[in-house]
């Protein structure tokens, strides 16, 4: 049974996605557009199983003291040090976010709330306010957290923000706040640096790599070397810097014809081909001829 | 040691020395190289030029970080020609980091154009999670955009915005351009925007990419497709605004120079070496 069952599963739900893709019923349809909803769902999960396995394995690796065991301590006070930021704070304080402030006896209330903090003598009567407009207004202004909200309420007090909007919000009035993600300013000023140095670096490679090992040793090798030259010179500027000197040597025009005529006949055939064995290894899966997914060999 | 060997085992060292100069040197002091026009550029150019006035654009961002360099100066190009061609621009991404550019973008184009208006002229709607990767997520971004983005990342919610008053349905994007470095990317929105929903689709990719998605401009079902810095250079020139990308290409010419060089010159001690060194 513990075989049969995800076969049947799998059988059943791949032929109801073929099916709802033919028939004009709109049930069956809707089906179509909920199922792939569940993939995300069971992504979830997946991300779930990763996250122990990766704790798993540098956990131990740190209990071991295995050689490098440093990089493992690293790895997980970023992981859970990210994981920890990203559930503290929300999503949507990611950017600048306009609160609409229509009610006049609202508005009225923010101000007044605002200018009493401002004047606050002590830090305690300072907290006590803060907790009091927390508890009246932290939806209206966007937040409950203490921190933000003081934020906002003194930005309020000094700058009168609250304005009549024009533009989108022509006739409304809107306060804007600019709110500090400590999970977003990690996304913009960690890893997606370290992503672009990542790839910047490719550049070193390739040409060390390029001078190693890109040799002409067949007749198919002094092809493809040809063929990368041109398209490597045909395509920047100096290409069509020494066309423009040397009227007979077209290079703009030959890197066109290899990436317009051989390039996009084997570009098709790939497709074709790997469509063609999507399908095939779809159907194996469809009639249980593949099981590999199920841990079977 | 042999002076073939010096050759064929140098340092690499030197070799990243040599990459970093070229690289560097034409980005401080620009060559100007004459860049030529692409049709597939022209074709995007002139398409954006023929649109009426307020006329809704997509350009979703699909890239990240990682090929910024190459895929946003493109963005610029050709945000820049919408915003002065008075073009409204939806701002979705199927990339966690889209959005990240999209605002970068828009935060620019706002200090270059004072008069653009965020909800009238262009919006940023974030990223997508979508029921899957790639294809589900444009099928849903095109079937109902209101409903694939309740709000944008501003936390507006969509349906009220005065750019989204003239969306009834897909057929009213002018123009879908995907920037894109992978996948999802341009094969997804060919498969479903293109194929399924009839929408006119250009893209914008890293040059490693663009010979893959070919198929696609000569089949017709892309309009056309900016190669990695050289597509953006093509479009700056065709709008007389060189910018980023056409900076950039100068170093790239001078890079893909020495790599050339490197190649020839680490083949033609090969063939010495097979040739006459064995002779002797």
């Known amino acids: ?297 | 040691m042999h002076w073939i060997d010096r050759v064929k085992n140098v340092d690499r060292r030197i070799i990243y020395l040599l990459v970093l100069i070229a690289a560097s040197v034409p980005l401080l002091k620009p060559l100007d190289l004459p860049i030529d026009i692409s049709p597939d550029a022209q074709r995007i150019y002139d398409h954006l030029d023929s649109l009426s006035s307020g006329s809704l654009v997509m350009m979703s961002f699909d890239y990240d970080a990682g090929s910024r360099a190459e895929v946003h100066p493109m963005a610029e190009a050709v945000a820049e020609h919408c915003i002065s061609r008075g073009l409204k621009i939806l701002a979705p991404a199927l990339w966690t980091q889209g959005p990240s550019m999209a605002n970068e973008l828009f935060s620019k184009m706002q200090k270059v154009h004072p008069d653009l208006v965020y909800g009238r002229d262009y919006v940023t709607l974030g990223y997508f999670v979508g029921p899957t990767q790639g294809d589900p997520q444009v099928k849903a971004l095109m079937s109902d955009l209101v409903s694939a983005y309740p709000r944008d990342t501003r936390g507006n919610q969509t349906k009220d915005l005065p750019i989204m008053q003239n969306l009834h349905s897909s057929l009213d994007l002018k123009l879908v351009l995907s920037l894109s470095a992978g996948d999802p990317g341009i094969s997804a929105w060919v498969r479903q925007g293109a194929d399924e929903y009839h929408v006119t689709l250009a893209g914008g990719s890293t040059a490693i990419q663009t010979p893959s998605l070919l198929p696609f401009v000569d089949s017709g079902q892309m309009l056309g497709i900016l190669g990695g810095l050289k597509g953006a250079a093509e479009y700056e020139k065709l709008m007389k605004k060189p910018g980023l990308g056409t900076s950039g290409m100068d170093a790239q010419s001078v890079v893909h120079l020495v790599i050339i060089v490197f190649i020839l010159l680490a083949n033609s001690v090969y063939a010495y070496e097979k040739f006459i060194l064995k002779r002797i």
């Open chain 1, 1 to 297: 049974m513990r075989r049969e069952i995800p076969l049947v599963i799998a059988l059943s739900t791949g032929l109801l996605m073929i099916f709802q893709f033919f028939t004009p019923v709109e049930e069956v349809q809707n089906l179509g557009e909920t199922l792939p909803n569940w993939n995300a769902i069971i992504g979830g999960f997946a991300i779930f199983l990763a996250l122990t396995s990766l704790i798993k394995v540098h956990g131990d690796r740190i209990s071991r003291r295995d050689q490098g065991w440093g990089y493992s301590v690293v790895l997980l006070l970023t992981l859970g040090g990210t994981i920890g930021l990203g559930l503290a704070f929300r999503a949507e304080e990611y950017y600048q976010r306009p609160v609409f402030l229509d009610d006049p006896s609202v508005r009225a209330q923010v101000s007044e709330m605002a200018r009493r903090i401002a004047n606050a003598r002590s830090r305690k009567e300072e907290v006590l306010l803060l907790d009091e407009t927390a508890s009246k207004l932290g939806g209206v202004l966007g937040s409950t957290r203490t921190e933000t909200l003081r934020r906002n309420l003194k930005r309020l007090a000094q700058t009168g923000l609250v304005k009549r909007e024009e533009g989108p919000y022509a006739g409304r009035y809107v306060c804007s706040f600019e709110y500090f993600n400590p999970f977003h300013w990690i996304y913009q000023y960690v890893y997606s640096p370290l992503q672009a140095t990542m790839v910047s670096i490719l550049a070193f490679f390739v040409a060390s790599a390029a001078y190693r090992a890109f040799r002409a040793r067949t007749v198919e090798g002094s092809l493809l070397l040809a063929a990368a030259l041109f398209v490597m010179i045909g395509r920047v500027s100096f290409g069509y810097w020494t066309h423009s000197k040397i009227a007979w040597l077209p290079l703009p025009e030959i890197q066109q014809w290899i990436l317009d005529v051989p390039n996009t006949a084997a570009q098709r055939a790939i497709m074709m081909g790997s469509a063609l064995g999507i399908i095939s290894s779809s159907l194996r899966i469809l009639l249980g001829y593949e099981q590999t997914y199920l841990g079977n060999d």
